[in-house]
């Protein structure tokens, strides 16, 4: 076809003509020799023919309507808009149930609360406060996960309140009587014991004082433990002994 | 003020964080978009799915738009091109098996093309008959091959100049008119053969 010629005009030409012919931009001596070349040539005057045909159907073919909630979804897949607008201009607004109005009041409550709970001051005032709670509440034995539904029933709670005051009640009472056998069990013994005898008073006594301190002081002090047992008093000339022997001293000792 | 000033100064607003920009950016071109894609595509669901596609990629890449370099509208038609293309490529296995005589995609239950034909006589609902001879050119269309395709939509649905076009397809606009032109004869063809066929 290139190198075909017909009329003063090759097919190649007729070619780069045809968009323009087909657009009716020829005129002139061009559009004539265009029109002559298409009228003599075998390839080129049905290709011209084709193409207007093809350039007629496809004028049938009309703008399509795309779908109502492209829009929508173009913006809710880019910006994330998922606006009432939107909505209201792709499908019918339907009213919401009562759950989602709730949902919707609850929000409403909530968030100015949840915004000023999320500043850092706050925020740190609230972690210092959980892990306060939750030192305390390790400390005296409560576990969470021992916590139950059931446990928060009001009969529950009731149950739980008389069984502790109970423990408390019967430990206490546990250490009274403990307390009270161990009081009379010493007061038996104080009744069965016999009174010992006091000591002798030394008619001379000897200064060996070396604490400083007055006598009566060091007697007293000495007499502190009212109950211990004295096991004997020397007096300054102790009697002079005399051993008969080895066996009379084993028998004495 | 013009198409092409309006169009830069709202890829501007949206760049600079406009919401409202980029929603009229969306209600501007979705229309057209969408139209390329139904054409070039054949279904319904793969031209929504491909114009979603095509706003995602323009949103992502709105800040290389550069207006010295060419109208935004060019601009938006080759991305669409391109993803066209490529949704091509992916789906090229599946319309390998298929062919003139088997029923539209869209009407899984419609007659194959050839027994339809006949149905292009005039009837006494003419829009009916329109959609019907929409319905068949449209069967044709997708049976183009996609260079000869894009061209012919671009052109002619679109009314797109041919330095566009060949800005678009990247090929001189020689190329573009000769596509073109082969393009509509080939549809023509298509047409002419089904319906001798039918006759």
Redesign the interface.
Known sequence: MAAESHNDMQCNEF??L??DA?DKMLTGPKAEAFLAHGKTCAVCGP?LA??????H????????E??AM??H???A???G?DTARMRGAATVPVRASWFERMAEWGRMVVSPVANVARQPRFAMSFGMAFFSLSISLSLAGVKLSDVRHADLRPSAIKRTYYETSGRVVKYYENIRFVYEIESRVREFKRATTPAEPAPQKKDNPKNDNTSGQPDEKQQRNYSQGERQVMLAGLSDNPPVVEFANLATLRRIS | MEDAQIAALLVRRCVAGDAVAWEEIVQRYNRRIYNICYRFAGSADDAQDLTQEVFIKMYRTLKTYDVERGAFMTWVTTITRNLLVDHFRKTKQDRMTESLDGTASEHEDAMPLSERIPDLAPTPDTRAQSQQVGEVVQRALTKLSPDLREAVILRDLHDMDYRDIATVLKVPEGTVKSRINRGRAELARLLQRTYKQVM
């Open positions: 070619d780069a045809l968009s087909i290709l084709e193409a207007e045909i093809g350039k159907w496809l004028e049938q073919l009309v703008e399509v795309p779908p492209l829009m979804n173009i913006l897949a880019t910006v808009i």
